[in-house]
């Protein structure tokens, strides 16, 4: 019985402990079913925790997504460790499952011994180890510039030196030898310091108050005015030295800028607070020059040289940075992929630059980052755009939808022959009339595309023999040379043919090409933009611009081809920079030419010719247009300022006016008010605001003065006046005194009150002032105030009309007045009606007055150059488009007659 009962015991025993090994088995299935939902929800959580370290403006949009994918795991993901708990449970029952023989594989779940380690740890790094690692940096930048500034140093004394010895006065060569003298003498400490500029650099990006301007936005605002041609020189140097640099260093800078930003808790970093940036390296040098007695010259010698012997070096430091941050496991398989601007939507998640194989989505932020610079460059103004070649998807659709109409418009236009005898291409180009019999289709030797291209290599040498010849003996300036027709062009290319061979024929698709490009670069001549020295030097392009159209189809089909591009640049650089007066700016004639030069020379059939000019000749004029742009805003913020005290002076004798006029008062009073008492009203408007109280005490002072001048009868006046006008004297005296008026007159002019105010106590009416010294008066005080005598003079209807559009005009428009010089608006100002005009080169020329200019253009003087954001190329397509359905439409209206 014991026995049996035993049994039973132990039967019951046995049988729950299958079951818990059964309901432990099916935990354990379940736990392998979640453990793929477990591995998501850590790499997500590894997401946030790496998004909380990047760049926190542009990761907005994926830390929300990456928080929904959390919330929506996170049943899930409780259940998990409700699971783990019936592990840890389960364990308790290990020496049952060991004596069934059951054995449980390691799930690689928190707490395993297995554990795969991460390549890239995202929890934050302590302070300690952020002061190491820049302390680190900082020492291997400190290492650099001890290694490649004493080079600098000495080769700028040299370089100082030889000039020194080439002066042309003594003065100027004791001046430079002096100069070199001082530099010698503290090389040692320019060292030292020049080095700890760059190490306080640290100090300040750990506290995060790095932001260091030195381009052209330290000169904005209301200190522009006040900015010295020498701190202007000293910012044009540093600004194309960083320009440059960043360009040439943008993919180590790029990757250093990502690793520090680790070291910023997560925060973006860019060259103003990036400590080893080249914009900190001049920075660095412009402290140190700026304790030394350097004049300009100087300066701009060691800029030079310190480009190229610091700056055009750093790219060993920032491989040394990269090297230390990478085997301090930061970021370390991070790559560098330029943004495409083909592209019409951002780069995908495989294209965008990535470190770890699980962070794809933290790619993210710098394919947003690139959204943003690129609307930045869409909001560059038209003329840098057509600079650039740049264009957005909806330019090039654009063009490739007006180039297809094009082609189908010639073919409609033009004969559908498989074959042009060249011959009679020519008799029907100079309209004479064809003596020979037609040529049997089945007779014509049809030239491929290379002889034609060999024939327009000997047209293409006798154009560079011309310009050059003509050209000789001018250096430097626009000089006017014979134009070369398109037709002309065409003309020679036939006889060529016909001159090889009389039978030789050209085939209709070439043809087409051939007057395809004849009409670009006959709208080119017609085009009022372009100035006429410039029309004839870009004509003599025709030759390898039709050469290039054979060789490379894409030529017409790609907007942004190099070829295509190169001419939009030298078009639009003619119209900014080059006049019909003939002066130019920068050079650029110059430069126009050696490119224009180099291509009749050079030009084979290699397309890469094109793509090396144009780098070359946009690197130059991007270098001239910020220099330009730099000029402009001086010129602007003076005028501004100009303006401003016009309109306050205008203000100002409009109060003054509204309570003299239709008044008798004394000449002395008329004469105070009208210019010592306008000149403080103009003073407190500027000064304070005609809010102020200063404002309506001032004008309270004229109410009262010309009250105290009017004759008293009632005793109770009297009273009043004997006890503001001492008050009154005061008040006027001290104005006096705030303007710095000259005392013998201002005491002249009291004196003449006090004597104005007993007449009027005693009742008695001082004598008014002539009405020739009146007029005199006031017509000084109106033009002092900005009222130009051609304002007062009476409008015609037809002045009128164009004064009203020119309000209409925008910044940026070029007008061309009498002789061929032209300036552009810069600034309009609207309360006054008067525009800012500026030259090539930017600077301020007039501040003409609306009226003025709209009197300029009815008399022919003046004109506006019509303006346009699009492209040459661009323009030039669409008047071929126009052009040739005119052509159609005429033959229709001919066949249906």
């Not at 790499?43 to 830390?63: H, M, P, T, Y």
């Not at 010259?297 to 700056?311: N, P």
């Not at 061979?501 to 050209?506: L, S, T």
């Not at 150059?865 to 359905?885: V, W």
Request: hydrophobic share 40%; glycine share 4%; proline share 3%.
């Amino acid at each position: 019985m014991r026995v049996r009962f035993g049994a039973v015991i132990l039967q019951t025993y046995m049988t729950a402990a299958i079951v818990q090994v059964c309901n432990f088995y099916r935990h354990i299935r379940q736990l392998q079913r979640y453990r793929a939902i477990f591995n998501q929800v850590r790499l997500l959580r590894l997401c946030v925790e790496l998004f909380s370290q990047a760049d926190k403006i542009g990761a907005q949009d994926n830390l929300i997504r990456l928080t929904h994918s959390v919330s929506r795991f996170r049943r899930l993901y409780f259940r998990m460790w409700q699971l783990i708990g019936y592990l840890v449970w389960g364990l308790g029952n290990m020496t049952i499952m060991e004596k069934y023989g059951i054995t449980m594989r390691n799930s690689g779940l928190p707490g395993s011994d297995t554990q795969k380690p991460s390549t890239y740890s995202a929890v934050a790094m302590t302070e300690q180890l952020v002061i190491q690692h820049l302390k680190h940096c900082r020492d291997l930048t400190r290492g650099f510039a001890y290694r490649v500034f004493p080079n600098f140093w000495r080769q700028w004394c040299k370089q100082i030196l030889e000039i020194a010895e080439q002066a042309k006065s003594n003065k100027e060569q004791v001046a430079l030898y002096e100069m070199q003298n001082l530099i010698v003498a503290v090389q040692q400490a320019a060292e030292q310091e020049f080095c700890q500029h760059l190490a306080n650099g640290f100090v300040k990006f750990k506290n995060k108050s790095l932001n260091t301007l030195t381009g052209e936005e330290r000169f904005s605002g209301d200190i522009l005015s006040l900015v010295e041609h020498s701190d202007l020189e000293e910012t044009i140097a540093i600004t194309s030295i960083t320009h440059r640099a960043d360009n040439f260093f943008a993919e180590q800078l790029w990757a250093f800028q990502q690793r520090l930003a680790l070291l910023n808790d997560g925060e973006k970093v860019d060259e103003r607070s990036n400590p080893v940036s080249p914009v900190q390296f001049c920075e660095s040098l412009r402290k140190l020059l700026g304790n030394l007695e350097v004049d300009v010259k100087s300066k701009i010698i060691g800029y030079k040289l310190f480009d190229q012997d610091v700056v055009g070096m750093l790219d060993e430091l920032y491989k040394e940075l990269n090297d230390y941050l990478i085997r301090q496991n930061l970021l370390p398989n991070l790559r560098f992929v330029p943004a495409n601007s083909e592209k019409p939507a951002g780069p995908k998640a495989e294209d965008a630059v990535q470190d770890d194989p699980f962070e794809r989505e933290a790619a993210t932020p710098v394919s947003e980052q690139q959204t943003e610079e690129e609307e930045q460059q869409h909001q560059r103004r038209a003329s840098d755009k057509l600079l650039s070649g740049a264009l957005n998807p909806n330019d090039i659709q654009y063009q490739n939808s007006l180039l297809n109409a094009i082609r189908l418009l010639q073919a409609h236009v033009t004969q559908q022959l498989p074959a042009i005898h060249a011959a009679q291409a020519l008799q029907a180009q100079s309209g004479a009339p064809t003596a020979a019999m037609p040529v049997a289709p089945s007779s014509l030797q049809v030239y491929s595309q290379p002889q034609l291209v060999g024939v327009l290599e000997h047209m293409q040498t006798q154009a560079l023999s011309y310009t050059q010849q003509a050209l000789a003996n001018h250096d430097t300036g626009p000089v006017a040379i014979e134009i070369q027709s398109a037709a002309e062009v065409g003309r020679k290319m036939m006889e060529t043919i016909a001159s090889e061979n009389e039978n030789a024929a050209v085939e209709a698709g070439d043809m087409q090409t051939i007057d395809l490009v004849g009409m670009l670069f006959e709208y080119m001549l017609s085009d009022d933009h372009l100035p006429d020295s410039v029309k004839a030097l870009l004509s003599y392009l025709h030759t390898p611009f039709l050469k290039i159209a054979f060789i490379d189809k894409g030529f017409f089909e790609q907007p942004e081809h190099p070829a295509r591009v190169l001419l939009n640049s030298l078009a639009e650089a003619g119209v900014r920079w080059v006049s019909n007066d003939g002066s130019e700016q920068y050079d650029i004639f110059t430069k126009i030419k050696t490119t224009v030069f180099r291509l009749l020379q050079e030009f084979k059939n290699d397309v890469r010719l094109f793509a090396e000019l144009l780098i070359e000749f946009n690197a130059y004029t991007h270098n001239v247009a910020r220099r330009q742009e730099l000029m402009e805003r001086r010129a602007l913020e003076k005028a501004q300022g100009e303006e401003k005290l016009r309109e306050a002076k205008i203000q100002v004798n409009t109060e003054v006016r509204s309570r003299t006029d239709n008044r008798e008062m004394p000449s002395a009073i008329l004469l105070l008010l009208l210019q010592p008492w306008s000149d403080y009203l103009s003073f407190v408007v500027l000064r304070y605001g005609d809010k102020s109280d200063s404002w309506k005490r001032a004008l309270q002072v004229i109410d009262d003065l010309l009250w105290s001048l009017e004759p008293k009868i009632k005793q109770q006046d009297k009273a009043r006046q004997m006890e503001i006008q001492d008050e009154l004297l005061a008040a006027l005296e001290r104005g006096f005194e705030t303007i710095g008026y000259e005392q013998a007159k201002g005491r002249k002019l009291l004196d003449a009150v006090t004597s104005l105010q007993r007449m009027a106590l005693l009742s008695r009416k001082a004598e008014p002032a002539p009405a020739p010294m009146r007029t005199k008066l006031e017509s000084l005080a109106a033009e002092k105030a900005g009222h130009a005598s051609e304002q007062l003079q009476p409008v015609s209807p037809e002045e009128e009309k164009i004064v009203d559009s020119l309000k209409m005009v925008e910044f940026g428009t070029w007008f061309e007045f009498e002789g061929g010089k032209r300036l552009k608006v810069a600034w309009y100002n609207k309360k006054t009606q008067h525009y800012m005009l500026v030259d090539q080169q930017g600077r301020k020329v007039s501040l003409a007055a609306g009226l003025q200019l709209a009197r300029d253009m009815l008399a022919g003087r003046a004109k506006i150059i019509a303006g346009s954001t699009k492209p040459f190329f661009e323009r030039a397509l669409e008047n071929i488009y126009h052009t040739l359905n005119e052509r159609a439409d005429t033959l229709k209206t001919g066949s249906g007659s």
